[in-house]
């Protein structure tokens, strides 16, 4: 474990060259760190980390190595034991309350350390005056400390459990019962005495268990594979990372004491396939452990920014087919589990056991609007399933199917040559949109109508034939419906909210991601949409559907390029970008034409 943060084969001596690098887990996978040799000092001694051997230096270089990650030494200041036990074991931490422990801790505490769990534990602070007090027993409040040791002795007739405690400072220990020089020792064996005793002020002690629940606030557990602590058979879990944002407008809807906005959160769907093989256990369930992390909340200190209070929610989803759930779901629906509590940690976590089936996780903030980046952690004991999917509006018609009077009304607005360019729709869009008085607009640019015209023109000319305009036409005036029925205010303009439900009544199924990115494009700083804005919207989209789905003809879901694919879907997003007005499927062929030809 110490090497996997701590790479071998670096040192003063061999191919020395004044700089070390570090491997420190960050939110899902191991970030690689290099540092200079540099350290600070003050009075020719280190400022911070530091070891009782003057030749010892690896520790102080990896808490640089830490700052450096974290932005600063100052970053560093504060925080959870969690914290530390992840980044520098990729593990998933649990915490207990001790004033509401578990009836089974003492066991929960022995299978940790057999299994070389990383244990903390500490006593919370009332006031920023008890930082670093100690206590009259020489306990040091808000301080971490590491559990390294769990023993019964017989003593005075009777079993009692014994906690082996560790102050990092190497110095200042418990002097109540049990301490290195009370004289509990004097009544137990011997043989267990020499055994159990330790050095004398060396920071690490024993003391009675029920000492330990009385004096401490909380343990903090660190399971490395992570590991089972509460079945007897060490087993690996199966894990599923998700990645996700919290974003004011479109995905910050904040916990269930906001019902209006509680149901915009990113959700994740699980499914639990199989129960738990626990013979003892009547009933039918699957355990999991779930665990919510912000990202980057500490590295953000300097502008201000600091941890946000956060937890989840888990609502059963059998039968639900909908990729994201709606505000009724939430209004019907109880949760089935949650996290213990919404806290301002840079994690929360908690063990859960539920019924094989479908389930939505809903991480959110305690307020709404809290803008942060996260990763869900999902630990199961049997194998899970995960799924996502959207659908493809499409809309295909012949010259027969076309409406007298609309051919009619064409003739007069395309003119002699029968074909409509970007400039003369933009004219017959802004006249129609100019009508309708309960819509707000700035009009549609020459931008948003060269893209309407890319979407629909089918035989690369740059300009709208009947057919063409026909299905542009029927597409806005449906649009204009769903913009309608979803402005539910009548302000003429659509909140990020309700566009999320208009897009979907559209025909596209869109997570959470995309919709971020749609909500920072379209939206005003209101988080406003306007009627021409949720029209270049879903031009945009289909545009992107339609070409994924030529790569995607089987209709599979996902699609495989090689690298000269790539090359060709880079410069066609070029192409895209700068108003080009050929029809995607011309482009591709052009583009095809050109390969091996070493032109552009």
């Not at 004097?186 to 024993?206: R, S």
């Not at 017959?428 to 309960?438: F, G, S, T, W, Y």
């Not at 919207?537 to 089987?554: A, I």
Request: aromatic residues 12%; proline residues 3%; negative net charge.
């Amino acid at each position: 474990l110490l090497h996997r943060v701590v790479p071998h084969g670096q040192s003063f001596q061999e191919d020395y060259a004044g700089i070390f690098h570090f491997q420190i887990w960050q939110f899902g996978e191991w970030v690689d760190v290099v540092i200079d040799d540099r350290l600070p000092t003050k009075d020719g001694e280190l400022v911070f980390v530091h070891s009782a051997e003057c030749q010892e230096f690896w520790s102080a270089l990896l808490e640089k190595a830490y700052a450096k990650l974290n932005g600063s030494y100052e970053a560093l200041s504060g925080g959870s034991t969690t914290e530390g036990f992840e980044d520098f074991t990729g593990g998933v931490a649990e915490m207990y309350d001790l004033k509401r422990p578990p009836r089974n801790l003492s066991k929960i505490i022995c299978k940790a350390l057999e299994r070389g769990s990383l244990l903390g534990c500490s006593i919370d602070i009332t006031s920023a005056f008890d930082m670093e007090a100690v206590t009259f027993k020489k306990l040091v409040k808000g301080h971490a400390y590491s559990v390294t040791g769990f023993k019964g002795v017989e003593y005075r007739g009777r079993q009692e459990e014994l906690i082996r405690i560790r102050n990092p400072w190497g110095q200042v220990e418990w002097t109540g019962a049990w301490s290195d020089s009370s004289s509990e020792w004097n009544e137990i064996d011997p043989g267990e005495k020499d055994e159990l005793q330790l050095k004398m002020e060396d920071g690490e002690f024993w003391m009675s268990f029920r000492d330990f629940m009385r004096e401490f606030s909380r343990l903090e557990i660190c399971n490395l594979t992570p590991d089972a602590l509460t079945v007897e058979e060490t087993k690996k879990w199966h894990t599923t990372l998700f990645e996700g944002n919290w974003r004011r407008g479109s995905t910050a809807g904040g916990c269930r004491n906001h019902p209006a906005t509680f149901w915009i959160n990113p959700q994740f769907k699980i499914k639990l396939l199989e129960e738990d093989d626990d013979p003892d256990d009547n009933e039918l369930a699957c355990s999991f452990l779930v665990a919510l992390m912000q990202k980057h909340r500490r590295k953000e200190r300097h502008a201000g920014g600091d941890m946000h209070t956060i937890g989840f929610a888990v609502y059963e989803a059998q039968g639900c087919h909908s990729v994201h759930l709606k505000k009724d779901f939430f209004l019907r629906n109880q949760s089935q589990a949650r996290s213990e509590t919404f806290i301002n940690l840079r994690e929360v976590s908690n063990h859960i056991r539920l019924p094989p089936g479908e389930y939505i996780i809903v991480p959110s903030t305690f307020e709404p609007n809290k803008e942060a980046d996260f990763i869900l952690r999902v630990f199961t004991e049997k194998q899970s399933d995960t799924e996502s999917y959207f659908l493809f509006p499409q809309e295909e018609i012949s010259e027969d199917d076309v409406d007298e009077n609309f051919r009619n009304m064409f003739q007069q607005l395309a003119g002699e040559d029968m074909e409509i360019s970007v400039f003369e729709l933009r004219t017959i869009l802004n006249r129609v949109i100019a009508r309708h008085k309960d819509l707000k607009t700035d009009g549609f640019s020459m931008d948003s109508c060269r893209n309407m015209v890319n979407l629909m023109d089918k035989d690369g000319s740059a300009r709208l034939g009947l057919v063409e305009f026909q299905i542009l036409w029927n597409k806005i005036r449906n649009w204009l419906n769903v913009f309608r029925q979803h402005d539910l205010d009548k302000s003429g303009t659509m909140s990020s909210y309700e566009m999320r439900l208009a897009l979907e009544s559209t025909g596209f199924k869109l997570d959470n991601k995309l919709h971020q990115v749609i909500v920072a494009r379209y939206a005003d700083e209101s988080m406003g949409v306007d009627f021409d804005n949720f029209v270049c919207c879903l031009v945009k989209l289909e545009t992107m559907f339609r070409f994924f789905r030529s790569l995607d003809p089987e209709g599979s879901g996902s699609a495989v390029m090689n690298l000269g694919e790539v090359r060709k879907l880079r410069l066609f997003f070029f192409l895209e970008s700068l108003g080009h007005q050929l029809n995607m499927t011309e482009k591709m062929s052009k583009l095809k034409e050109t390969e091996g030809k070493n032109k552009v």
